[in-house]
């Protein structure tokens, strides 16, 4: 059974490949439509589509000009109709004259084709009505003339549309213009069959029916009635009797749109219903049952018709769910690409990373090897002209070596052998014993000096590694969040609006990207507010019960005019919120400090306070400060760890410096979600939190910044609590209290009995007790940070709305 299947489904593919090759490479499509232009007739006797249709292939296909040339002289020919006949080769004639003359004169057949085209037709149908009645007449030169301007306009009809026809696929959507020069060309189709009978039932109506019901189930009620329209003129235009069609094909086409979600059953039910009442209003009963009948088997050809054709035309048609899928679709593949390509820059930087890692691997060989090449060195200056020197490398090589290696290693300690032992062996064993010390002496400067190069150079490639890593995590996290698909919320859309509609507001247009929990996102439009704060009073709480957690504006964009619109961006509030105050004063009461600070809320919940202080004062320690936290500042934004941020901030200030100033650094890092924090200090001073009446500091021993290229930095960790107090501080302030014998203790006794909470007083107030301890003396550029932890308590209750929706959200990864 399965073997069956598979092999008709083989044969179906197969087939349909061919039919392929044949209508579209092949040119069996054109061929029809040029066939049936060449039959089409308008106002009795005026032929104004084979002319431009032949220029629109000539100038898309050139190839196919003679296949389409047979076509219309055959379509022509097959009405009996000899003048027509004639007027299309006569105007094929003139119309390749003209253009060897184009041709000839360098013109572009882009622009001057639609005037091609009508001055082919024009004199055409002069020269044709010249032969045949001898003369011109002013109906002569009107009827040419109408005919040349209906030529020039579908000229640029059919060369929109014949490429929608003739392209075996398509990337993007078709345009309103495409669409209806699409339309326009099926109905001039149809005028080729005006006279065709079968059976006493008009071909013409049937398919004009047929191709209505397409467009109406493809398109809905606009691209059925626009087809309607459109095709009911240019049928009307043919035959003046099917000039009711076209209100039928109208009406049917938006009744049949508007039944689409009712499927094929619908649209056909559409058509019928349409049929019925214009027939009865307009033909009168007896041409009901002709009427019913042809539309009836329309839609038994609708219903014939394979799903795959509506859907694979549904693709191109804006609006449809086939069209938003196919975009849908081109813009994953497009995601995944994207997220591919940043993945393999991540694979790059991490395969980066670790030949820069593989340093150390042979280290112990490596210092062997320095030191065998050490003392060749010496040898080269001391034994190498010795009498001796058979007797001590050949004959008693390891003795020698040993010696050496621990005058050597002796000599790396201190400038003079002060191991006497080794000295009076080393005198027995060798002749030139003192040259031979003086010389790994005076080596030995250089010796260090070309291990602590290395050391360097080891210690760069590491920091980096270290960088390279970074960049290689945060590119694989930005590619796993390119590959995260947005959820299909439309349903989800459409219930909070209905919600929040019925408790008496209105909202135009809501957006969901995210409803994973602790990271809500959600766009909203409503009227103009007038600065009333709806957002944030009314919906945010009704969002909040909805959602069954705190949710706040992050941003609103408030219209300027009543009849624009306010754009609301609500997200998830952090579980905990971070209040700072600040107080800093410069040496001798100057204007600019050497200290900076930097409070930054960084986009993953955490909460950055950072204070960097300048070697020294004044503008120059100013500036150094500065850019130091501006640095710290950017590579934290990018997402990379604040360990490899602070170290490569070290590195980037170690290579610059030329001069001895350095940087101090003190950070806090605060989780908002769970309100751990990390503190890594680099040359400063402890940090201090006070938990009611107790008072804790946070100290690690770290070198200031820029002085050497690596350091491990010492993080410590500790978990806050809501009510907590956290004060940093630069190293000027135990500067200001230098008469103090334990300044440490002293400043936490000052905490511990500090009787507010508000950050901005408590800094106020300390910066105050330090400088009246040194008799209103400012002896060192000072700053104090105090923040404190807060539980974030909405603003606003929640509202509740009882015909909410339930949602079952995930947890924010």
């Known amino acids: ?198 059976y006493g039932f008009s071909i013409e109506n049937i398919l004009s029916r047929y191709l209505v019901l397409i467009f109406a189930y493809v398109g809905g009620a606009a691209i059925g009635s626009t087809v309607g329209v459109v095709t009911g003129l240019i049928l009307a235009l043919a035959n003046v009797a099917s000039l009711y069609q076209m209100s039928m094909l109208a009406f049917s086409g938006l009744l049949g749109g508007l039944l689409k979600d009712g499927r094929k059953i619908g649209v056909g039910m559409g058509l019928l219903i349409g049929t019925l009442l214009i027939a009865l209003y307009g033909s009168g009963p007896e041409f009901l049952y002709p009427n019913l009948m042809e539309s009836a088997i329309a839609v038994l050809l609708f219903f014939c018709t394979p799903s795959g054709i509506t859907s694979q035309l549904s693709k191109y048609i804006p609006g449809t769910v086939e069209h938003a899928n196919e975009q849908q679709q081109y813009l994953r593949k497009v995601r995944d690409v994207t997220a591919n390509r940043v993945e393999q820059f991540s694979n790059l930087f991490q395969a980066l990373s670790s030949s820069f890692t593989d340093v150390d691997v042979q280290q112990d060989d490596q210092s062997e090897r320095e030191v065998d090449y050490f003392l060749s060195h010496v040898t080269e200056k001391t034994c190498q002209n010795c009498f001796k020197k058979e ?125 994973d929990e602790g990271n809500v996102d959600v766009e909203m439009k409503i009227p103009a507010c007038g600065g009333r704060g709806e957002g944030e009073k009314v919906i945010a709480p009704m969002l909040s019960d909805i959602l069954k957690e705190n949710i706040v504006v992050k941003k609103e964009v408030c219209a300027e005019h009543e009849h624009e619109t306010c754009h609301l961006y609500f997200g998830s509030a952090r579980d905990f919120i971070v209040e700072t105050g600040v107080a800093n004063a410069a040496k001798g009461g100057a204007w600019i400090s050497g200290d900076s600070h930097s409070t930054i809320e960084l986009g993953a919940g955490k909460y950055a306070i950072a204070i960097s202080d300048g070697m020294g004062n004044g503008e120059r320690a100013h500036q150094e400060s500065t850019e130091t936290i501006q640095l710290l500042q950017k590579i934290l934004h990018s997402g990379i760890d604040e360990t490899v941020a602070i170290k490569s901030v070290n590195s980037v200030l170690s290579l610059r410096n030329t001069d001895e100033i350095f940087s101090t650094l003190d950070l806090a890092m605060i989780d908002l979600q769970d309100a751990s924090a990390k503190f890594l200090k680099i040359g400063s001073i402890p940090s201090f939190i006070k938990r009611g009446d107790r008072v804790m500091m946070i100290e690690s021993a770290n070198l200031p910044m820029g002085i050497i290229p690596e350091f491990d930095v010492e993080v410590v960790s500790e978990q806050l609590k809501a009510g907590d107090l956290l004060i940093m501080m630069s190293d000027g302030i135990y500067e200001g209290v230098k008469n103090i014998e334990n300044p440490e203790f002293w400043m936490k006794r000052k905490i511990r009995e500090l009787a507010t909470d508000k950050p901005q007083e408590i800094a106020d107030l300390i910066m105050e007790e330090v400088i009246r301890t040194e008799y209103g003396r400012i002896d060192d550029d000072m700053t104090i940070v105090v923040a404190r932890v807060k539980r974030n308590i909405p603003k606003w209750s929640t509202i509740p709305i009882y015909s909410a929706p339930s949602f079952r959200k995930k947890k924010a990864q």
């Open 391 to 515: 007797t001590c490398w050949a004959k008693n090589f390891d003795k020698t070596y040993d010696y050496m290696t621990g005058i050597m290693h002796e000599l790396e300690q201190t400038t003079e052998l002060k191991n006497y032992s080794l000295k009076r062996d080393f005198d027995q064993h060798c002749i030139k014993a003192n040259k031979v010390i003086d010389i790994i002496g005076k080596e030995m400067s250089h010796y260090h000096a070309n291990r602590m190069l290395k050391k360097q150079v080891r210690e760069s490639r590491k920091i980096v590694a270290d960088q390279l890593r970074g960049v290689s995590h945060v590119m694989g996290d930005f590619a796993k969040e390119i590959q995260k698909e947005r959820d299909n919320l439309h349903q989800q859309e459409e219930q909070i609006m209905d919600a929040i509609q019925s408790m008496g507001l209105e909202v135009g247009q809501v957006e969901i990207y995210s409803l």
């Open 1 to 198: 059974m399965e073997r069956s299947k598979s092999r008709m489904g083989k044969w179906v593919h197969g087939l349909k490949a061919k039919l392929e090759i044949v209508l579209f490479q092949r040119g069996l499509l054109l061929f029809v439509i040029g066939f049936l232009l060449g039959r089409a007739v308008i106002l009795t006797q005026v032929t104004p589509f084979a002319i431009p249709f032949f220029g629109a292939v000539f100038f898309l296909k050139r190839e196919r000009a003679p296949m389409i040339m047979i076509a219309l002289l055959a379509g022509a020919a097959s009405t009996s109709n000899f003048y027509n006949t004639a007027f299309i080769m006569l105007g094929i004639i003139v119309f390749l004259i003209i253009n060897r003359f184009i041709k000839l004169s360098s013109l572009s057949l882009v622009r001057t084709l639609p005037i091609l085209v009508f001055a082919t037709s024009l004199l055409g149908r002069l020269a044709l009505s010249l032969i045949t009645e001898r003369s011109l007449m002013n109906t002569n030169w009107i009827l040419a003339a109408v005919e040349g301007a209906l030529g020039m306009i579908l000229t640029i009809i059919f060369i929109q549309s014949i490429p929608v026809l003739s392209m075996k696929k398509r990337t993007a959507a078709l345009k309103n213009e495409e669409i209806i020069s699409f339309i326009i060309l099926l109905a001039t189709m149809l005028t080729g069959t005006i006279g065709w009978v079968v």
